[in-house]
């Protein structure tokens, strides 16, 4: 019973795909389908063109990777643990993947070596309108980081609302700096 609910449900969807394809022809019988029993229920072969190009991949939200940067930053970090309590503000200023002195973040070296090894995580590509996220919620934390790495200007900021900016935050998290309990 099942194989036949299964072959009578191929061939809907072949009907469906005849009717729908452009010219109304439809997937063309293999030459092995020789009686007409056999090339009703034949479906087109894996080799058969069609004039329809493959979707292209949605984009992603994770951070682009890139080629190693220069480790030249100078940015002014601030995250916020919750609506109740203070923004944190820090300071990082790196030179050849290094922090300087005047840096006042928690984890100034790693945050360096950090944007040094992927200048573009704090690029992000824009979210899809069509993105699919998880729907979780990872905390009320939110961060904005200003600034310049490499000579390019970055403005952006990270939350952590669902699944795609819990994934932001933690490429992220070395330059963001733990705050609010989240590492």
């Not at 940067?69 to 030179?95: Q, R």
């Not at 905390?139 to 990270?158: C, E, K, L, N, R």
Request: aromatic share 2%.
């Amino acid at each position: 019973m099942r194989q036949a609910w299964i072959h009578a449900l191929v061939l809907v969807s072949v009907a469906g795909l005849t009717a729908c394809s452009p010219g109304g022809g439809g997937p063309t019988p293999s030459p092995s389908a020789t009686s007409a029993s056999a090339s009703a229920t034949a479906t087109p072969s894996p080799d058969t063109e069609t004039t329809v190009p493959a979707p292209s991949p949605p984009p992603s939200s994770a951070p682009a990777t890139s080629l190693p940067g220069k480790g030249n930053a100078e940015l002014a970090i601030m995250v916020k643990p919750s609506e109740s309590e203070p923004a944190l503000n820090y300071t990082l200023v790196c030179k050849d993947g290094a922090p300087a002195d005047e840096s006042s973040h928690p984890s100034a070296a790693a945050a360096c070596t950090a944007l040094k090894d992927n200048p573009a995580v704090l690029s992000p590509a824009p979210r899809s309108t069509d993105q699919a996220c998880t729907q979780q919620y990872g905390g009320p934390q939110q961060a904005t980081v200003t600034g310049i790495v490499d000579d390019s200007p970055v403005d952006v900021s990270f939350a952590r609302r669902d699944g795609c900016e819990i994934g932001l935050w933690n490429a992220a998290k070395d330059v963001i700096g733990s705050a609010g309990g989240v590492s």
